[in-house]
């Protein structure tokens, strides 16, 4: 045991102390960064030697530095992350849908097509009045306008679909070409025995990030390679990252990989924008559809049996030109003179039995057993549940992915408290080891004194 | 637990964001009055919504039908009551004509007479709202008018039309009196149809009627069964000496009975169930009545009535002309008047019950007005006060977190070492 050993014990723990005061300081500047998990500094005693028949301490030594994380609360928000983008991006799609409607509100069809039946209601108490003509073609071109909107309205929104789904399947490849890159990175160090810190909090927040588009399955390997699939076809390892396109057959919008096999989504962003693109708004552009032909075949099969008051009288005329892909067309002969409208049934101009027909039509079950409006208003009442319950799930999956958060954060977040704390202590025991090589000085001038 | 700081950054914008949305929510409630401002707000109650708002909508237009028909309804009454006492100042001239005194010009009473007519064919051409009151459902011309020799006055139009209003959801309601109803010439054919006879089966009825001076016609009806449940109608008028009065024979019309319960149900594709007969080089003009021939199992002979005595204007032209002529209305002819005078006080009855049943509905429609009003209050209104309330509540949570987050979030170990 010499004095030369004080110096070497001493000088070793201000190194010590130093590198834990740089890794206190990097947690600090990254306390308000949410993708970072805190470094601990892991310090151990140096090996001790042995002199004069005893066991004489070395001192201190950095055995590694290591970040908090907890695996657990990771999977976990990653099985709850498509949960929640999937609800939040169907949320604010089906918000979209259920503005082009904009029911309930008087410019909505509802009111527009109980409008239209009215009027003709109103013309068959008399007939021949030109103003109440004017009325029946005036609601009727109002209806035609809101379906025209509604029904492009939905279109844009589909195609808006198609074009936002190509932007994120471009991201998810970038993503994935990232988490390959950094499967590399990552095993240079690894198989050196080396943590690196940084690297696998980037790739952590990356796989988060793949996490919200789809339902993704991911696996590590002995030297921490992330693997991963998307919908059960491979998406990226160590060597490869695949590449994702977006593909529309017959309507349906599909994932699928270079190697043209298709990603089986059932959850996630990606999820949410293929299911209302191929199934949802389909869907409500076909029940109207249906509403609209059989309301334009009706009105017109009823009015063609209506005699109008033109001199000489026509009969056998279509109200409608046509309905199709939500383009409602007037008969332009009728636009063009309102005595073409047809409501008498036996040729007197003072005769509106064939209106009173046409108005009776909007209570009559026309599609399996609904009326018109039924059916209509049952399908923005259906298309207001899955909003609202997109909703209901978009708060209760906010929840679990806020006390998730909470979690993580309460583990591997930084404590600025913790790390002024711990810094004092660092700073307390490096100043102490400091005195301690004066202290080892201050003997070895006392010494050469003596000598001297 | 340990506390770091993001978490407490993260829960206070998580919850704050929670108090934000419920906050909005509550302003855009009270803003617009309305519960319901998006379907997802509650999607039964938009199904619910929408539906009443059309009831409402339904109902105010057969409010509106009922106003109008009110006012279609008090015109006639009106128009009724002109004629009226049209009639009656006739009847009082008549008696002061056949009153020996007055006897020496009876000229003075045909103008009377003359006059009261003239204001009865206005009454009967009047018009309300742009439909002839008396014409039927046809107004395509005036529905009466004066022969072109001004000696008599023909029918124009067919005026026996219906024309009846929806007034609620499930009920009609008959407005006019119709031209025929108040001033007749309807020859009415009964009888049953042998339906079990074999096509071709050929069935003849005939009738007497008369043109406007009184003379007498004969109306021969030939029915031609063409095939199940359908008849072609042939008809011809021929005069006293047998003669035919169309130069050439009328057209054929076609019968459709309703194969079920047998009554008729359109005449050439019509369905209105009587025909106009008009020759007006004989100043003949009636209508052939045909809504009670029917088709059955036990056939009854087809006979046709002719009831041409309530036609007051050709009754009143005859006075007239025979008193311009020095005779005095004979007895058959004052009966004929006075018997148009009770048919009137008939018809005006029957008007004014139209009426009663219309302010009655009137009624009964703005209860159920006020009936879906309150159910649709129910399902979008919002409780102000609730909700003022509740908004209230919201803001104080906010500004508590608001005030807490301020204190508490930025203090750190930091602030307390002191250099």
Redesign the interface.
């Given at each position: 045991m010499s004095l030369g050993s004080i110096f070497d014990i001493s000088t070793r723990s201000l190194g010590v102390y130093q590198s834990a005061l740089e890794v206190a300081s990097n947690n600090i500047a990254n306390?308000?960064n949410?993708d970072y998990s805190?470094q601990q500094v892991n310090l151990t005693t140096e090996t001790p030697n042995v002199a004069g028949g005893f066991v004489w301490g070395a001192g201190i030594k950095i055995e590694d530095i290591t970040r908090v994380r907890d695996s657990f609360t990771d999977n976990q928000i990653r099985s709850n992350n498509p949960k929640n983008s999937e609800s939040s991006n169907r949320s604010e799609l089906?918000?979209q849908i259920?503005?082009s409607?904009s029911?309930?509100s008087d410019s909505?069809i509802?009111?527009l097509m109980?409008?239209f039946?009215?009027s003709w209601?109103?013309l068959?108490?008399?007939?021949?009045?030109t103003a109440l003509r004017q009325n029946v073609l005036s609601s009727a071109e109002s209806l035609s306008n809101q379906v025209s909107s509604v029904y492009s309205s939905l279109t844009q929104t589909r195609s808006d679909i198609m074009t936002d789904l190509k932007t994120k399947v471009g991201t998810l490849n970038d993503d994935l070409k990232q988490v390959q890159q950094l499967n590399a990175q990552i095993f240079q160090f690894t198989s050196a025995g080396q943590s690196p810190n940084d690297l696998l909090d980037q790739r952590d927040k990356v796989i988060d990030d793949l996490s919200k588009m789809g339902n993704i399955t991911v696996s590590y390997d002995n030297n921490n390679s992330a693997t991963i699939s998307i919908g059960g076809v491979f998406a990226c390892d160590k060597e490869n990252a695949n590449q994702f396109s977006v593909s529309d057959n017959n309507g349906q919008a599909t994932i699928v990989s270079k190697n043209n096999v298709s990603a089986v989504l059932n959850s996630g962003d990606l999820f949410a924008d293929t299911d209302i693109y191929s199934n949802e708004i389909p869907n409500d552009l076909a029940t109207l559809d249906q509403v609209f032909s059989t309301f334009t075949s009706q009105v017109n099969a009823v009015h063609q049996s209506g005699t109008n008051i033109e001199n000489p009288s026509g009969t056998n005329i279509n109200f409608f030109d046509s309905y199709n892909n939500g383009v409602l067309k007037i008969n332009p002969a009728i636009v063009a003179d309102t005595n073409k409208i047809a409501v008498?049934?036996?040729?007197?101009?003072?005769?509106?039995?064939i209106a009173?027909k046409i108005?009776d039509l909007?209570?009559q079950p026309l599609i399996n057993g609904q009326t018109l409006?039924?059916t209509?208003?049952?399908l923005?009442?259906?298309?207001?549940?899955k909003?609202?319950s997109a909703?209901q799930s978009v708060t209760a999956t906010?929840l679990i992915q806020?006390q998730l958060?909470?979690q993580k954060?309460?583990?591997?977040?930084?404590?600025?408290?913790e790390e002024?704390?711990n810094i004092?202590m660092y700073q307390r025991s490096y100043e102490a080891s400091a005195k301690l090589v004066q202290v080892a000085n201050e003997c070895l001038q006392t010494l050469l004194t003596t000598v001297t | 637990m340990r506390i770091s700081d993001a978490m407490m950054s993260s829960g206070f914008l998580y919850n704050l964001n929670i108090t934000r949305t419920n906050e909005d929510k509550l302003r855009e409630e009270i803003s617009t009055g309305s519960k319901i401002n998006t379907p997802s707000d509650d999607p039964a109650g938009t199904a619910k919504l929408l539906n009443l708002n059309n009831q409402i909508a339904q109902t105010n237009v057969y409010a509106q039908n009922v106003q109008d028909s009110l006012s279609f309804n008090q015109e006639t009454n009106t128009e009724m009551e002109n004629i009226q006492s049209e009639v009656v100042n006739v009847m009082s001239s008549m008696t002061s004509a056949q009153n020996a005194t007055v006897n020496g010009n009876l000229n003075t009473f045909a103008d009377q007479i003359d006059s009261s007519l003239n204001l009865i064919l206005d009454s009967a051409n009047s018009q309300s709202n742009g439909k002839y009151i008396f014409g039927g459902t046809d107004f395509s011309n005036k529905p009466y008018a004066l022969s072109s020799d001004s000696k008599s006055v023909l029918t124009q139009v067919n005026n026996s039309g219906v024309q009846s209003v929806r007034v609620s959801s499930n009920s009609v309601q008959k407005i006019n009196i119709t031209g025929t109803e108040l001033f007749g010439t309807i020859v009415k054919q009964t009888g049953t149809f042998d339906s079990a006879a074999s096509n071709g089966t050929v069935t003849n009825s005939s009738s007497k009627v008369y043109d406007n001076a009184g003379n007498a016609y004969d109306l021969n009806l030939t029915y031609t069964k063409t095939a199940t449940d359908t008849y072609s109608l042939n008809y011809d008028i021929k005069d006293s000496t047998g003669a035919s009065v169309f130069s050439t024979p009328p057209a054929a019309s076609t019968l459709k009975f309703d194969p079920t319960n047998k009554q008729l149900v359109s005449i050439d594709n019509s369905s209105n169930t009587s025909l106009n007969i008009k020759s007006p080089t004989n100043n003949i003009n009636f209508n052939l009545d045909l809504s009670s021939v029917q088709e059955g199992t036990t056939p009854q002979a087809l006979t046709a009535t002719a009831n041409q005595t309530t036609d007051i204007f050709n009754t009143l032209v005859a006075i007239r002309d025979e008193l311009r002529s020095g005779t005095l209305p004979t007895d058959a002819q004052v009966q004929a008047v006075s018997d148009f005078n009770s048919h009137i006080l008939d018809k005006l009855a029957a008007a004014g019950n139209t009426s009663d049943q219309l302010s009655s509905t009137n009624d009964l429609l703005t209860a159920h007005t006020a009936v879906l009003t309150g159910m649709e209050s129910q399902v979008q209104s919002v409780d102000v006060a609730q909700a003022v309330i509740d908004l209230q509540n919201q803001d104080n949570v906010l500004q508590q977190s608001l005030k807490v987050a301020a204190t508490i979030l930025p203090k750190t170990l930091m602030d307390y070492i002191t250099t």
């Open positions: 306390s308000a949410p805190r089906m918000g259920e503005d409607f029911e309930p909505g509802s009111t109980n409008n039946f009215n209601q109103q068959a108490v008399t007939p021949n009045s008498s049934s036996d040729g007197t101009s003072g005769n509106g039995d009173a108005a909007s209570s409006q039924d209509y208003s049952s923005v009442s259906q298309i207001g549940t909003k609202q909703d906010s806020q958060a909470t954060s309460s583990y591997s977040g930084v404590s600025v408290d002024m704390s004092l | -």
